[in-house]
């Protein structure tokens, strides 16, 4: 099925301009124009579309309004804010509505990019209940105790941004929230970031003043009633297993970037889990406490009540951020490394084991069988596993260095 895609702008040259530009994309996609923001939702009311492309400035309707507007009505749609540079306060400002930014003028290689990666795992997610709900977020809550620390560093007239890059990288919504941002081409930095620590320094005190303390982008989880997830577990395994994923890929003398990204996805790879637990607690709670009634597993229960796991949940809502594209394919496969279409000793095979390994570590429930030996098997790396974990054990011992 060709993806529908309508681009808003009250300019009719830049309407036209696109419209030359994809021209070649007229066999996979369908591109509808709108010049203003009630044409488009006139439209969207006749016709379901898979992607809003939309400029900022507007008379009348803005584009983040429109982009409020259609997240209230069609939160199953990926919004993108298609901006000038002279617009960055206002873009700041429309950082929730929209999932993606890109700046005027805009390569055509770009555009095609970022509409292709945030469609990418469109078809991953059976339930479009779930769908709707996860393209509706616009945070992922991070720890009480963390939250406070980075408002306070904010706040405080000596903020040092090697702290506040420090306190980003121990969070995991905080450090994926960072990340949609600055690998947004509005942002223009052209290489793919995936270091908490650089994003900041490269956004700037202001600018993560501005973010953070006004747009307010990133949240605090309420913790009441979260019990039966032991969240304060999977913030602590989250940061583990991006160490442990980083360590393995140091040992495997992988390039810096992979190093980087494994870190990254280590650290992010369990986010479905508090997607699931902050805005299906009932749901998630019930398949919980089945698994442990029944003695199936976690991952077996989540596939009887969402028709997907946690890490598909995680991947789908990093992929519409549009975070590389390593990161979230090594997410969506954490648990089933097997079916990932790249069968190669890469940041995947660093997250897969690193999770499992500390699971392990902690006596953790279904923790055995998350291990894929087989998989290992095939790409000639089970026998080292062994040296693996002493390598990890030592960095502890160093104490981590998880924010280079
Ligand atoms: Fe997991
Ligand atoms: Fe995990």
């Not at 090697?162 to 306190?167: C, D, L, M, S, V």
């Not at 990288?169 to 509005?186: H, R, W, Y």
């Not at 052209?190 to 320094?201: D, F, G, K, L, M």
């Not at 790879?269 to 998630?284: R, S, T, W």
């Amino acid at each position: 099925m060709k993806l529908r895609i309508l681009f808003v702008d009250d300019e009719p040259h830049v309407l036209q301009g696109l419209q030359r530009m994809l021209r070649g994309m007229r066999d996979v996609w369908e591109i509808a124009t709108a010049a203003s923001g009630p044409e488009a939702l006139d439209l969207l009311s006749r016709k379901p579309v898979d992607v809003v492309v939309t400029d900022m400035r507007m008379p009348g309707m803005d584009g983040n309004q429109l982009l409020q507007e259609i997240k209230n009505r069609y939160p199953e749609i990926v919004r993108i804010i298609l901006s000038g540079q002279s617009d960055r306060e206002m873009v700041l400002k429309s950082v929730r509505p929209a999932h993606q930014y890109l700046s005027k003028p805009c390569r055509d290689e770009i555009l095609k990019s970022t509409i292709e990666r945030s469609c990418g795992l469109r078809d991953l997610l059976a339930d479009n209940s779930l769908k709707r709900l996860i393209s509706r977020l616009d945070s992922l809550p991070s720890q009480p105790a963390l939250y406070l620390e980075i408002l306070r560093e904010l706040e405080s007239p000596y903020s040092s941004m090697h702290r506040i890059g420090e306190i980003i990288s121990q969070d995991l919504g905080m450090t994926a929230k960072i990340l949609q941002l600055v690998n947004s081409a509005f942002f223009g930095f052209r290489r793919h970031i995936s270091s908490p620590a650089e994003a900041a320094e490269l956004l700037g005190l202001e600018t993560i003043k501005a973010l953070v303390l006004s747009v307010k982008i990133f949240s605090q989880l309420d913790k009441a009633g979260m019990k039966v997830f032991a969240v304060d577990r999977i913030w602590a395994h989250s940061l583990a297993t991006g160490v442990f994923a980083k360590t393995i890929a140091t040992a495997e003398k992988q390039e810096r970037t992979v190093i980087d990204d494994a870190f990254m996805a280590g650290l992010l790879h369990d986010a479905g889990k508090l997607i699931l637990a902050a805005n299906l607690p009932q749901q998630y709670k019930e398949a919980l406490v089945a698994a442990r009634n029944k003695g199936s597993s976690d991952l077996e229960e989540e596939q009887r009540a969402f028709r997907v796991t946690h890490a598909e949940v995680g991947a789908y809502l990093l992929a519409l951020w549009g975070l590389p594209f390593p990161i979230v394919e090594a997410i969506a496969f954490h648990h089933s490394p097997s079916q990932c279409p790249h069968q190669e000793l890469g940041i995947l095979t660093a997250v897969h084991v690193g999770s499992a390994l500390e699971l392990l570590l902690h006596h953790e429930k279904d923790a055995d069988s998350q291990l894929d030996r087989k998989y290992l098997a095939e790409l000639e790396i089970l026998h080292k596993l062994p040296e693996w974990q002493a390598l990890y054990r030592q960095t502890l011992e160093e104490g981590p260095d998880h924010d280079a």
